[in-house]
């Protein structure tokens, strides 16, 4: 159980972000959302999350390709909560383009939202988890932090450099009750996944539901997608005192993508 500790999810207002914050909120966490989206629509997410578990959910609008937004995130968080214990940075982005066509803004995006960030947040948090000796990041990288796919040069990148900071930051807390974790799904239908979808449908002229069979077909064995509360399943376990020595892991949940 995780009740009296707070979560900082990134990106938690859609996909895989809110699958993890519910699973971290029926655990009892605290937790601070973030992410883009209707205002509303956030503000009545909080007050569900919040009447659903009993927990307390605020949200925080931050940026996450901008350092000054991530420090005044991090700083509400320490108002509002006393800091972060569990900080699962997810907030990402892709675009699908050879290098040699990549709009260079796109590169830099995903680099900044997708690695860059997760630097921030973990600079920022891990002098309170390191003085309470209690601590978990897990970053969600992705089978792309693994292995390639053509068109993805931004991502792949960025989600390989997510890995091998994952690795430092392990090792750099290997002593502590501090873990540092990447889970790298394969597909798992989000806006993120459907985008790929409707230019799959759009490209051979395919109804959306060969689209997805097609996608998956490609490169995920099992033929399904993974789900966000199965994430969110594996990161409670990470989060869990059961898992404490486990340290600088990238934890496939791929439908057996990168076993091929
Ligand atoms: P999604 O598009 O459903 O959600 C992305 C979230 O990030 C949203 O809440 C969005 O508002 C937020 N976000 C985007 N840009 C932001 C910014 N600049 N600042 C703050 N928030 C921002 O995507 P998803 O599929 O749930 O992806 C979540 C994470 O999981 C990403 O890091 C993605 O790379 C990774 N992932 C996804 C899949 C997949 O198949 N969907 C597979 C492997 C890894």
Redesign the pocket.
Known sequence: TLSGKTALV?????????GIARTLAAEGAHVLL????DAAEIAQLQVDLAKEFGVQVAYHN????KPAEIESMIAFAGDKFGGIDVLVN?????HVANVEDFPVEKWDAIIA??LTSAFHTSRLVLPRMRANNWGRIIN?????GLVASAGKSA?VAA?HGLIGLTKAAALETATTGVTVNAI?????L????QKQVDARAAKDSISNEDAKKALLADKQPSGEFVT?EELGALAVFLCSDAAKQVRGVAWNMDGGWVAQ
């Open positions: 990134t990106g938690s207002t859609s996909g895989i972000g809110l973030n992410g883009f989206g931050a940026d996450m390709s997810n907030a990402g982005i892709q939202i997708n969600l990288a992705s089978t792309h991502y989600k790298c799904p394969g597909f798992v989000t806006p993120l996944v966000p």
